[in-house]
């Protein structure tokens, strides 16, 4: 099974740095989610709270003739989960439902995070895309 | 103690004065010779968007932990750590942090276990310095590497593990998780696993008091008076009780540990840090499910 190109391209990112460096990459990621759609931010009811998350992140998927689109808000505070989610909205933007549904459960342990960020903490974006990945199967089906 | 203790007039009712520094003392404190600023939090990346100035971070996921063994660092790691972050014996400690000082208050403990004697906490923590409008900065502070001792960690004084919870039945326990993890209720949305533990519910007799409800809206710690009625009279606890108290890692559990006995004095308190991902888990320890705390099993 093949990773799509834009999430392949982000593991070579993190992998190409170590340590120190490849924990400012997540901050810069973090620094680039971008805001909640004005309709998600009225509507609570659109989006969907990740519990495996230590912070509070909530997540919104749409699928479009032109793939697939995810959302998500977390708080300032919580730069590690901001960045894991910023990672996905990159990462996943465009792709078909199908490639969504194929791309790896564990492709956030391909990051080379666990050791700088702690497995229980990488375990919150493992949530996240599985929430994103049943959103998507979800609306697909529907 | 080779810093001046911060001698505010509201430190002054509690069991343990010298423990509490709060942000104004500790602004016009940094710096000072021998003092040594910690910033502790849930968020491994929170310290790098900005922190005290001069202050080091440490993480208790990555640095406290041994990467192998469900356990602390040992001695030796106790000392590099604490070496390359530039802390000796001597030093005096300030730990600050995220969520009421959830975290700083862990790592203050473990520091604890290796008799680590002048450690203090940031009343209010990293938030109430925020929320005053203080510096924070981004600019990684200049370490001179110490020479930390290596010392053997007491594993007996302030941490509990499952054998000695298993002994300690009849004696006070408190649960310092949320109610629903109390009960024993799934908070999981259908179709996801619930992780980290085997079983819900609680230890029996363990009382719940989640462990947010010694913070005040400003994330400070509440009055003694106030203090006072939620674990004595309302968890039932007395001030010579020997008390275990629990969450589901040991981190919330820490900062009651830090309350019940700095700041009301009760002595030998435990921390129990395999709480509920070890009991919870493991064969054939007594469970009770629901919100009342539930009768001892007998033996």
């Known amino acids: ?142 | 103690m080779a810093v001046t203790t911060d001698t505010a007039a509201r430190f002054g009712q509690f069991a343990h004065p010298e423990r509490l520094v709060s942000t104004e003392w500790l602004a016009e404190h940094l710096g000072d010779p021998g003092l040594v600023v910690v910033e502790s939090d849930e968020d491994v990346l929170l310290y790098e968007t900005g922190h005290i100035e001069g202050a080091v971070k440490i993480d208790w996921h990555t640095e406290l932990n041994d990467p192998v063994t469900r356990d602390y660092l040992d001695g030796e790691g106790f000392a590099e750590l604490l070496s390359r972050k530039g802390i000796t014996r001597e030093s005096t400690i300030v730990f600050y942090g995220d969520k009421s000082n959830w975290w700083a208050a862990y790592a203050l403990w473990v520091f604890t276990l290796f008799g680590h004697s002048d450690v203090r906490l940031l009343d209010g923590g990293r938030a109430k310095w925020a929320a005053e409008g203080r510096e924070l900065t981004t600019e990684k502070p200049s370490i001179e590497r110490s020479d930390y001792p290596v010392i053997e960690r007491d594993d007996q004084s302030v941490r509990a593990f499952k054998d000695d919870v298993l002994a300690h039945l009849g004696n006070p326990l408190i649960d310092v998780r949320s109610p629903e993890e109390f009960s024993g209720e799934r908070t999981t949305a259908p179709a996801y696993p619930e992780e980290g533990a085997l079983r819900g519910g609680h230890i029996p007799s363990a009382q719940n008091v989640p462990w947010g409800k010694a913070a005040a809206e400003d994330g400070t710690f509440r009055s003694r008076e106030e203090l006072e009625a939620i674990y004595l009279d309302g968890a039932g606890l007395k001030p010579d009780d020997s008390v275990i108290a629990y969450c589901r890692i040991g981190e919330r559990s820490s900062h009651t540990w830090f309350v019940l006995t700095h700041l009301l004095g009760l002595e030998g308190v435990r921390n129990y840090d395999g709480s509920w991902t070890e009991w919870g888990s493991a064969v054939r320890v007594p469970i009770v499910k629901g919100s009342e705390p539930g009768a001892v099993p007998g033996r």
């Open chain 1, 1 to 142: 099974m093949s990773l799509p190109r834009r999430l392949s391209d982000i593991r070579d990112e993190f992998l190409e740095l170590e340590g120190e460096d490849r924990l400012q990459l997540l901050l810069e990621f973090a620094g680039e989610l971008p805001e909640l759609p004005e309709r998600l931010k009225s509507d609570p009811g659109m989006t969907e709270r990740v519990d495996e998350c230590q912070a509070p992140v909530f997540i919104a998927l749409d699928l479009d003739a032109e793939g697939v689109h995810m959302y998500a808000s977390a708080p300032r505070e919580a730069p590690t989960t901001r960045g894991f989610a910023s990672i996905l909205v990159q990462g996943i933007e465009g792709l078909t439902a199908e490639e969504l549904r194929d791309v790896p459960a564990d492709y956030p342990q391909m990051l080379g995070l666990n050791e700088l960020v702690s497995p229980l903490r990488v375990r919150g974006m493992t949530g996240m895309l599985g929430r994103a990945k049943r959103q998507i199967a979800l609306k697909s089906a529907a």
